[in-house]
């Protein structure tokens, strides 16, 4: 299984020469992992279904994680905005939110709030605005209304900043009667990070009794590393869930083209991924999986795909419920950007990942989980 995990991790991008997501992917397609330029383009082990699907291949899922966002327009240091181009900047982005935002509409059923006032609000506070800091204030104050972690402003004010050094992605620990524990603190990284550790998980896997996989805390990043780690794992396809695309300037250029759905106009036909098993030795032995508030966007898009594998037990809590592939897009006149989601992603159950979350089978506090799923797995085994 190392082997051929190794081999989906380390394809290059360059089979794929029109950017795709990470949601989905055709089971003849080649690609690999990259986290610069177009979104990555992850290992074969999905097929599509729909008409769409021949546009979009690989289709996929988040790539970024909702808390990883550096402005990716670095420029000099500008001189304060006048009124007039805070305004200006102001109706630009609520102008993308309303091409482009995908929980635009859902979110003012679920918050019981007006788009149309909350609007005038936000522009009466940037008119009032007597700063840049005072109209950044005021932005950052209309986006919490929408409780969205993947719907956020950054600004660029020169400098740079260090970063606190990261956790392993991934480790794995085996315990002494025989159970392994892969522990999956992020999905963000280079593609050889996760070829070690999955694939020392999948060594281990080989003479573990069962298998416990830990995700909680984790903000995501690709999920295209553990959907390649279970394709491996699995003996039969699984259900990946669906997706919508709200059409716009921005996704067209992400994707060069979509079908748009004539029962619903402005979006695409739901697109149903499939998960394709691509090993030769399944995992035999009781998986668990391990998921809490902490465990976002793609993450949560890994907790669908164990969930419904019919393979795995999740413990746990709730996960936050997040999902919406988000594009950045540059501001005016600022030195910063905006990033919008732009997808509705729905689980095999029907449910929505956006503001539900994946819920576990065994709700379990989340310190628990661990003990909670040792405490199952050993008495199924014994």
């Given at each position: 299984?190392?082997?051929?995990?190794?081999?989906?991790?380390?394809?290059?991008?360059?089979?794929?020469?029109?950017?795709?997501?990470?949601?989905?992917?055709?089971?003849?397609?080649n690609g690999a992992f990259s986290f610069t330029g177009a979104p990555?383009?992850?290992?074969?082990?999905?097929?599509?279904?729909?008409?769409?699907?021949?546009?979009?291949?690989?289709?996929?899922?988040?790539?970024?994680?909702?808390?990883?966002?550096?402005?990716?327009?670095?420029?000099?240091?500008?001189?304060?905005?006048?009124?007039?181009?805070?305004?200006?900047?102001?109706l630009f982005i609520l102008g993308k939110m309303e091409t482009v935002y995908s929980h635009l509409e859902n979110k003012q059923k679920l918050f019981g709030f007006s788009y149309a006032a909350v609007k005038e609000q936000f522009l009466s506070r940037v008119r009032a605005a007597g700063s840049d800091s005072e109209y950044r204030a005021a932005l950052r104050e209309f986006i919490k209304l929408f409780s969205d972690p993947h719907l956020s402003a950054a600004f660029y004010d020169g400098g740079s900043q260090p970063q606190p050094p990261q956790p392993?992605?991934?480790?794995?620990?085996?315990?002494?009667?025989?159970?392994?524990?892969?522990?999956?603190?992020?999905?963000?990284?280079?593609?050889?990070?996760?070829e070690k550790g999955f694939g020392e998980s999948l060594e281990l896997a080989k003479n573990a009794r069962a298998l416990v996989v830990d995700m909680r805390g984790n903000h995501g990043g690709?999920?295209?590393?553990?959907?390649?780690?279970?394709?491996?794992?699995?003996?039969?396809?699984?259900?990946?869930?669906?997706?919508?695309?709200?059409i716009s300037s921005e996704t067209l250029a992400r994707y060069g083209e979509l079908e748009e759905d004539p029962e619903n106009p402005g979006w695409t036909p739901f697109l149903r991924g499939v998960i394709q098993p691509r090993g030769d030795s399944p995992f035999k032995g009781p998986v668990a999986m391990l998921i809490d508030g902490g465990c976002v966007s793609s993450c949560e898009g890994s907790a669908v795909m164990?969930?419904?594998?019919?393979?795995?037990?999740?413990?746990?809590?709730?996960?936050?419920?997040?999902?919406?592939?988000?594009?950045?897009?540059?501001?005016?006149?600022?030195?910063?950007?905006?990033?919008?989601?732009t997808w509705i992603q729905i689980q095999p159950d029907g449910n929505p990942i956006e503001d539900h979350g994946v819920e576990p089978h065994v709700p379990t506090a989340s310190r628990e989980a661990l003990d909670r799923a040792l405490l199952d797995i050993r008495a199924y085994l014994n």
């Amino acid at each position: 299984m190392k082997k051929t995990l190794l081999a989906a991790l380390t394809l290059l991008a360059a089979a794929s020469s029109a950017p795709a997501l990470d949601f989905t992917f055709d089971g003849k397609t080649n690609g690999a992992f990259s986290f610069t330029g177009a979104p990555a383009v992850p290992p074969a082990g999905i097929a599509l279904a729909g008409a769409t699907a021949a546009k979009i291949s690989p289709f996929s899922g988040e790539t970024v994680a909702p808390g990883v966002f550096e402005v990716p327009f670095r420029v000099a240091r500008r001189a304060p905005l006048t009124a007039q181009e805070r305004e200006a900047e102001a109706l630009f982005i609520l102008g993308k939110m309303e091409t482009v935002y995908s929980h635009l509409e859902n979110k003012q059923k679920l918050f019981g709030f007006s788009y149309a006032a909350v609007k005038e609000q936000f522009l009466s506070r940037v008119r009032a605005a007597g700063s840049d800091s005072e109209y950044r204030a005021a932005l950052r104050e209309f986006i919490k209304l929408f409780s969205d972690p993947h719907l956020s402003a950054a600004f660029y004010d020169g400098g740079s900043q260090p970063q606190p050094p990261q956790p392993p992605a991934v480790t794995n620990t085996l315990t002494e009667d025989g159970i392994l524990i892969t522990r999956v603190s992020r999905l963000t990284g280079e593609p050889e990070e996760f070829e070690k550790g999955f694939g020392e998980s999948l060594e281990l896997a080989k003479n573990a009794r069962a298998l416990v996989v830990d995700m909680r805390g984790n903000h995501g990043g690709n999920d295209g590393y553990t959907r390649s780690y279970i394709s491996l794992l699995i003996d039969k396809p699984i259900p990946a869930g669906r997706v919508t695309i709200k059409i716009s300037s921005e996704t067209l250029a992400r994707y060069g083209e979509l079908e748009e759905d004539p029962e619903n106009p402005g979006w695409t036909p739901f697109l149903r991924g499939v998960i394709q098993p691509r090993g030769d030795s399944p995992f035999k032995g009781p998986v668990a999986m391990l998921i809490d508030g902490g465990c976002v966007s793609s993450c949560e898009g890994s907790a669908v795909m164990f969930k419904f594998s019919g393979i795995a037990r999740l413990y746990g809590e709730t996960t936050m419920g997040s999902s919406g592939y988000p594009v950045t897009i540059q501001l005016p006149h600022s030195s910063g950007a905006v990033r919008i989601p732009t997808w509705i992603q729905i689980q095999p159950d029907g449910n929505p990942i956006e503001d539900h979350g994946v819920e576990p089978h065994v709700p379990t506090a989340s310190r628990e989980a661990l003990d909670r799923a040792l405490l199952d797995i050993r008495a199924y085994l014994n």
